[in-house]
Nanobody
């Protein structure tokens, strides 16, 4: 089993940056894909980015491509999401999740989920 805890959310202005972190305990993230998802009020949970165990494979939602970067530090058992040029439409609760598959766009492939961290971007 994997327990995931997100941190780094907060209130920022449009154009600012935030770095989210996902820390794992209970089980190492060895061999697991880790993804980030977000959910805004009244909307479906949507894919943001994912990274393979080796870090060689990354995928991004079109809405964040070129602005967000996912990375991982396997020695520290953490995954990060660097978010630059934030927009008000990025406002959401951000979740990290782990999957036994290669990086995927859909929530159904992810088995372990954190509780989320709030990101609010004001205009």
């Amino acid at each position: 089993q994997v327990q995931l805890v997100e941190s780094g959310g907060g209130l920022v202005q449009a154009g600012d940056s935030l770095r989210l972190s996902c820390a794992a305990s209970g089980r190492a993230l060895s061999g697991l894909t880790v993804g980030w998802f977000r959910q805004a009020p009244g909307k479906e949970r949507e894919f943001v980015a994912a990274i393979s165990w080796s870090g060689s494979a990354t995928i991004y939602a079109d809405s964040v491509k070129g602005r967000f970067t996912i990375s991982r530090d396997n020695a520290k058992n953490t995954v990060s999401l660097q978010m630059n040029s934030l927009k008000p439409e990025d406002t959401a609760v951000y979740f990290c999740a782990a999957s036994v598959t290669s990086p995927r766009y859909y929530t159904r492939y992810y088995d372990y989920w954190g509780q989320g961290t709030q990101v609010t971007v004001s205009s």
